[in-house]
């Protein structure tokens, strides 16, 4: 592992911790601690980040927030059924599946609630403050794996779910993820609070699989030179993202990212688009299909197709993994305000940074060596800061200080609307 067994342990605290992509995190980080299984898919775990003080598989502790009562050995049940996961690892890490779902709280605003949203922000971040006080923790990361909600309704409109669960994250004092489209710190609300609180964040919209391809083939087409008429796609996938894509907002906020690529690598936007469907019966697997149109030498016409068939949260979990690992080593090391070196994790990423993915490759690996020789105190690691690493990662315990504060401003009387915030 990259971190030696006496570092203190780190919370990972999961919105949606009871669906498909949270209990595929804990039980796979619990495989490949026992070492049941190898680390495959985790670029944390590869050599480029060994000496980059990450914190180990076998020092996360995890907990969550979710408004299904599903416990998790029986969702690992489920997905083992289905082939998410590998027959017997669920059996074999059913303790560690168990200490996980008695950390789970009840999220929110569910159908009926009547709480203000004042009111829930303080209740989830009281929640993972407690959770942390109980565990001896000395920081935690908030990572939204729920499913896709749709788009914010306006100034006017009530916070999302995901927005308030971001609010509670910086109350906390907590570095944030947000691996799906839904608006979580994006939302005006928190992106001022977030700029306000000192602390690390990430996102959005986790990089697996048909935008992946586009963030390659992209870059190919314009590096060769050749015009891209068209591109089109179509995604069938079930499960609990299935449904939630079923609602066109959801899936507008989804097909967001996915052309922001293309916007980025090919420097236009080509005729075309995703279409998302619904389809029950492929459970956790997804098919992504991609048709491009684009013209050669002396305007000959040609076609590429792409076949995209996998699994969601197998694809995901791994990712997962990698970005509480390194969102909380950079709030560790000192780190403040978006991370955009975490770029090629996401479709739609925050902060500065390339759209191709082997520039976006480039610049998490050279965040690791930042994170390398923060850890050896050979230099300083500020958020547009000069000075020593020592002086930095001070700077940043005071800022982070000011996070609860901060939040507190950040909500006004409006009441949450109802909603069962169907986590994935």
Known sequence: MSASLSRPRVGVWLIGARGSVATTVVTGCAAVTAGLHPPTGMVSETPAFTDSGLPALSDLVFGGHDTLDCPLPKRAETLTAGGVLPPGVATAVAAELA??????????????????????????????????????????????????????????????????????????????????????????VAAREAERSGLPYAGRDGKTGQTLLRAVLGPMFAQRALAVRAWSGTNLLGGGDGAALADPAAAAAKNAGKERVLADTLGTVPEGEVHIDDVPALGDWKTAWDHIAFDGFLGTRMILQTIWQGCDSALAAPLVLDLARLTTRAHEAGLTGPLGALGFYFKDPMGDGPASLGEQYAALVGLGERLRRASTGETALGAGHDGSAEEAVVRGADLRGSAAEAAERAVDAREPAPGSGRER
């Open 99 to 188: 200490a996980a779902d008695r950390e789970i709280r009840p999220g929110g605003p569910a159908a009926g609630d009547t709480r203000s949203q004042a009111e829930l922000i303080t209740a989830f971040a009281d929640d993972i403050r407690d959770f942390m006080h109980r565990h001896e923790l000395e920081r935690a990361v908030v990572v939204n794996v729920a499913s896709t909600e749709p788009a914010s309704q306006g100034p006017d409109a009530p916070l999302p779910a995901s927005t308030l669960y971001a609010l509670a994250a910086l109350r906390a004092g907590c570095p944030y993820v947000n691996f799906t489209p839904s608006e979580g710190i994006h939302h005006p």
